[in-house]
């Protein structure tokens, strides 16, 4: 009976590795989601401190990648 209840308890661990695995990879598309709705909200809400931001961001983006 013992090696019964071994196999019972390997089983059930691999079914939840599986399921944490699962989340584990939902989580980072979550997580991903939840930035680009924030960061969209936050330009409908403050649209001239986003673009000035993204304005920025490409002109130090375009200076240290400048081709020469």
Same mark, same amino acid.
């Given at each position: 009976? @013992?090696?019964?209840?071994?196999?019972?308890?390997?089983?059930?661990? &691999?079914?939840? /590795?599986?399921?944490?695995?699962?989340?584990? %990879?939902?989580? @980072?598309?979550?997580?991903?989601?939840?930035?680009?709705?924030?960061? &969209?909200?936050? /330009?409908?809400?403050?649209?001239?401190?986003? %673009?000035?931001?993204?304005?920025?961001?490409?002109?130090?983006?375009?200076?240290?990648?400048?081709?020469?």
């Amino acid at each position: 009976m @013992p090696s019964t209840t071994k196999t019972n308890r390997n089983s059930a661990q &691999t079914q939840g /590795a599986a399921r944490a695995a699962a989340d584990g %990879a939902e989580q @980072p598309r979550e997580i991903t989601r939840d930035i680009v709705e924030y960061l &969209t909200e936050y /330009a409908r809400e403050n649209p001239t401190q986003a %673009a000035l931001v993204c304005l920025g961001v490409g002109f130090v983006l375009g200076w240290k990648l400048k081709p020469w």
